[in-house]
């Protein structure tokens, strides 16, 4: 299995912007596809964003379309999501993810490996 490490969260004022890091080691990471999930407390963990394995096809949950980007190198094992525009409903912990196939990527259940998570914080 893939291991995952997120990193770049942080505490934002609304309008700003936050770019994340995930980085991942083990077996070869283009053969995943990744994904981007939030939490905020007391809510179920969310879908925010999946890129397919060579980049060339992403999706976006409707809440973050023309704000936020995902994008990989699969050189550098690293897969980001930029973040403009924040709002305070951004504020969760943010999670990485990994996955074999490129279906059902909005379903948390669909994906095997998963880092530890970065605070996201976006205040009004």
């Known amino acids: 299995q893939v291991q995952l490490v997120e990193s770049g969260g942080g505490l934002v004022q609304a309008g700003g912007s936050l770019r994340l890091s995930c980085a991942a080691s083990?077996?070869?990471?283009?053969?995943?596809?990744m994904g981007w999930f939030h939490q905020a407390p007391g809510k179920e963990r969310e879908f925010v964003a999946a890129i397919s394995r060579s980049g060339g096809s992403t999706y976006y949950a409707d809440s973050v379309k023309g704000r936020f980007t995902i994008s990989r190198d699969n050189a550098k094992n690293t897969v980001a999501l930029q973040m403009n525009s924040l709002k305070p409903e951004d504020t969760a912990v943010y999670y990485c993810a990994a996955k074999r196939e490129y279906a059902s990527v909005d379903d948390t259940t669909t994906y095997h490996s998963w880092g530890q998570g970065t605070q996201v914080t976006v205040s009004s």
């Open positions: 083990g077996p070869t990471f283009s053969n995943y596809v």
